[in-house]
C-alpha cells in the first residue's frame, strides 16, 4: 500500500473530536514546516498520524505494549501517555510506515525527548498549539511558535509539566531530559547580542 493510501484508509479511523484535534495539528505543522524550512508534506502526514494510538481503548494499549514489550514501566502507569509509543509502534507493524523520523516523532510527541530533530519538535509545538487548544499559555507559546521554534518548546513543556505536578499525575523523566535539553540548546545557541 502506498503512502497516499495509508493515509486516507488512517484518516477515515480518526473521528470526532480526534479528527478535528488531528486536522488542527496538521494545518499548524504544514505552517510550522513552512517557517523552519522542514518538509511540509512529511510534517503534515505525521501530524495526521500523531494520534492514531488514540483510536485504540486504554485496555487495548495497555495488552498491545505489554505483548509487545514497547513501553516503560511509567508508561504502562499511564494510559495518557501509551498512545504515542504504541500509536508508533502500530504504524509501522500495522502500516509498515518505516520511516524512522515519522516514527519517533510520533514515539515522542507526549513526553518529548533530549535532542529531538525537526520534525518531532514541530509536531510536539502543533500538538500544544492548534487553533482547537485552549489550555493555559496556549495563546502566548502560539504566538512565540513562529518566533522561536526551541523558547516556544520550553514554553510548552514548562506548562506541560506544571499541569503534570498541580494533576499529580506521573512526571516522566524523558519530559526533564527535553526540557533540560531545550535549554542547554537556547543558551548555546544564544548569541549573546542585546536586542536595540
Ligand atoms: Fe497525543
Ligand atoms: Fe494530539
Known sequence: MD??????????????????????VESTARRLATAYGANEEKAALT?????????????????????????????????SLLHAPVGAWLLEHEWGINDREILHAVKTHTTGAAGMNLLACIIYLADYIEPGRTCPGAAEIRELAFQDLHKALLGAVDLTIKYVLEKQSILHPHSVLFRNWL?????NNSSGVAES
Open 3 to 24: 503512502i497516499k493510501a495509508i493515509r486516507e484508509k488512517i484518516k477515515k479511523k480518526l473521528t470526532g473530536q480526534l479528527l478535528v484535534h488531528s486536522l488542527g
Open 47 to 79: 501530524a495526521l498520524f500523531h494520534d492514531y494510538g488514540k483510536t485504540y481503548s486504554s485496555s487495548e494499549l495497555l495488552q498491545i505494549a505489554v505483548e509487545n514489550n514497547i513501553a516503560d514501566e511509567l508508561l504502562l502507569l499511564e494510559p
Open 183 to 187: 535549554l542547554s540548546f537556547l543558551r
